[in-house]
């Protein structure tokens, strides 16, 4: 009960900080109240998850939301005993000696990684995350959920927002599609590194490509250079697909004419230009680190038996080999949830949000306005972030759960793009209502 009551206590002031964010202020479409609700709502669904993970799948010891919220407690503790092992701990300055190995994390159960292909250990960030939390949570669980949830709800409307800037019309579609896909909502609101994703993702694109206020512009590289280095300790992936677009956009902002050879171009030189680096430096190999990142899924389904694992092609470190796999890459983004579909409500969901990444698009062109009236650079961000995320995830994660999980931060830019193609005067009068 004491856990509740805290739990509801930080709820309300942080509902009361969030109704008064700036962000709301130039949100077209959004008022304070909704804010509030769909915080509400992420907090339930946070705790939904907290659910799962307690009732349907009770393995605390390979629960995500639990793993690593336990494993903080080792690193909390060390705050009372020895305040300076504490913080190197936290910031990861002078930790990687044998004392630290011996006295803190040999008692954590997942610091360390069974598979681990070398490159850097998210589950770090974690844990770093749930010990902070346990200065305000004093070690109850559901206050996690909630600063989860008003991280992402944060994100999320900073998220909205910098696509607002580009989306004149069906901005109610657009709400929809950053806060309501299913695994979105359920995923996002949990105390998991998608929370930290969508703040990061958020306002880096409200950063770049959103509308900013000209007397803030000194804080831009500001927010800028905290969300590469919160992506990069995240999802380091998402940052590496965001990349190629976003300096795309920046260019046909600046030159709006033949966005398509602009985006052709960038990638063209932003994939060359990663060869060539591997090519010289190994560690840097991105063929190689996507190779080993295949490797490193396929080790771990085979040490912790799932019932959503499908068979990929095994991956070699040579460009031939990933343009063979990626006609099956992308199969196994957007459809491998059918093969899994029946096998309870979170497969449901999955597949559901399939279907819905087909067919949206296709609607959408079906009642397409003239491509001539398109907002082309931003039609092709989103295309080309959309694409180049379900390429790597479909080369390299053969369990259709983690799969879903990772194509959270491509779900928004799906319903983005239908937004920037369909024509709101094709559609049904109620539809157009509903969206607008």
């Given at each position: 009960?004491?856990?509740?009551?805290?739990?509801?206590?930080?709820?309300?002031?942080?509902?009361?900080?969030?109704?008064?964010?700036?962000?709301?202020?130039?949100?077209?479409?959004?008022?304070?109240?909704?804010?509030?609700?769909?915080?509400?709502?992420?907090?339930?669904?946070?705790?939904?998850?907290?659910?799962?993970?307690?009732?349907?799948?009770?393995?605390?010891?390979?629960?995500?939301?639990?793993?690593?919220?336990?494993?903080?407690?080792?690193m909390h503790e060390a705050l009372w005993t020895r305040p300076g092992d504490?913080?190197?701990?936290?910031?990861?300055?002078?930790?990687?000696?044998?004392?630290?190995?011996?006295?803190?994390?040999?008692?954590?159960?997942?610091?360390?990684?069974?598979?681990?292909?070398?490159?850097?250990?998210?589950?770090?960030?974690?844990?770093?995350?749930?010990?902070?939390?346990?200065?305000?949570?004093?070690?109850?669980?559901?206050?996690?959920?909630?600063?989860?949830?008003?991280?992402?709800?944060?994100?999320?409307?900073?998220?909205?927002?910098?696509?607002?800037?580009?989306?004149?019309?069906?901005?109610?579609?657009?709400?929809?599609?950053?806060?309501?896909?299913?695994?979105?909502?359920?995923?996002?609101?949990?105390?998991?590194?998608?929370?930290?994703?969508?703040?990061?993702?958020?306002?880096?694109?409200?950063?770049?490509?959103?509308?900013?206020?000209?007397?803030?512009?000194?804080?831009?590289?500001?927010?800028?250079?905290?969300?590469?280095?919160?992506?990069?300790?995240?999802?380091?992936?998402?940052?590496?697909?965001?990349?190629?677009?976003?300096?795309?956009?920046?260019?046909?902002?600046?030159?709006?004419?033949?966005?398509?050879?602009?985006?052709?171009?960038?990638l063209v030189a932003v994939i060359g230009g990663a060869m060539l680096v591997?090519?010289?430096?190994?560690?840097?190999?991105?063929?190689?680190?996507?190779?080993?990142?295949?490797?490193?899924?396929?080790?771990?389904?085979?040490?912790?038996?799932?019932?959503?694992?499908?068979?990929?092609?095994?991956?070699?470190?040579?460009?031939?080999?990933?343009?063979?796999?990626?006609?099956?890459?992308?199969?196994?983004?957007?459809?491998?949830?059918?093969?899994?579909?029946?096998?309870?409500?979170?497969?449901?969901?999955?597949?559901?949000?399939?279907?819905?990444?087909?067919?949206?698009?296709?609607?959408?062109?079906?009642?397409?306005?003239?491509?001539?009236?398109?907002?082309?650079?931003?039609?092709?961000?989103?295309?080309?972030?959309?694409?180049?995320?379900?390429?790597?995830?479909?080369?390299?994660?053969?369990?259709?759960?983690?799969?879903?999980?990772?194509?959270?931060?491509?779900?928004?830019?799906?319903?983005?793009?239908?937004?920037?193609?369909?024509?709101?005067?094709?559609?049904?009068?109620?539809?157009?209502?509903?969206?607008?």
């Amino acid at each position: 009960m004491p856990g509740i009551l805290l739990a509801i206590g930080w709820f309300t002031l942080l509902l009361w900080l969030l109704r008064r964010t700036r962000l709301l202020r130039l949100a077209p479409g959004l008022s304070p109240s909704m804010a509030g609700w769909l915080f509400a709502l992420k907090a339930l669904a946070g705790t939904a998850v907290w659910a799962v993970y307690t009732y349907a799948y009770p393995d605390r010891g390979t629960a995500d939301i639990f793993k690593y919220f336990d494993d903080s407690r080792v690193m909390h503790e060390a705050l009372w005993t020895r305040p300076g092992d504490y913080l190197r701990m936290l910031f990861g300055i002078g930790n990687d000696t044998p004392w630290f190995t011996d006295t803190y994390y040999s008692r954590m159960n997942h610091w360390v990684r069974r598979w681990d292909s070398g490159l850097h250990n998210d589950a770090h960030t974690m844990i770093r995350f749930n010990a902070v939390l346990r200065l305000v949570s004093f070690g109850h669980y559901h206050v996690h959920t909630v600063f989860a949830a008003a991280i992402s709800t944060w994100g999320s409307l900073a998220f909205y927002r910098a696509l607002a800037a580009r989306t004149h019309q069906l901005r109610r579609g657009l709400l929809f599609s950053v806060f309501l896909w299913p695994s979105v909502l359920f995923w996002s609101s949990g105390v998991l590194k998608e929370c930290l994703l969508m703040a990061g993702l958020g306002y880096l694109l409200f950063a770049t490509i959103g509308s900013w206020r000209p007397e803030a512009r000194w804080l831009r590289p500001i927010v800028i250079a905290g969300c590469v280095a919160l992506l990069l300790l995240v999802k380091v992936y998402v940052l590496f697909c965001l990349i190629p677009p976003m300096i795309a956009f920046q260019w046909c902002r600046w030159r709006p004419d033949h966005a398509i050879k602009k985006y052709s171009a960038v990638l063209v030189a932003v994939i060359g230009g990663a060869m060539l680096v591997g090519a010289f430096v190994p560690r840097a190999d991105v063929l190689y680190i996507l190779a080993m990142k295949q490797q490193d899924f396929i080790g771990l389904t085979r040490e912790v038996p799932t019932g959503s694992a499908v068979v990929l092609p095994v991956l070699e470190p040579r460009l031939i080999s990933f343009m063979a796999n990626a006609p099956h890459a992308l199969v196994n983004a957007f459809l491998s949830p059918f093969k899994v579909l029946g096998r309870g409500p979170l497969a449901g969901m999955g597949a559901l949000e399939s279907l819905l990444l087909v067919v949206l698009p296709l609607l959408a062109l079906w009642k397409r306005r003239a491509w001539r009236a398109m907002d082309t650079a931003a039609l092709l961000f989103a295309l080309s972030f959309i694409m180049l995320l379900a390429l790597l995830i479909g080369w390299t994660v053969p369990v259709v759960g983690a799969l879903v999980r990772y194509r959270v931060p491509m779900l928004p830019f799906v319903g983005w793009l239908a937004c920037l193609i369909v024509d709101p005067e094709r559609l049904p009068a109620s539809i157009r209502k509903l969206l607008n």
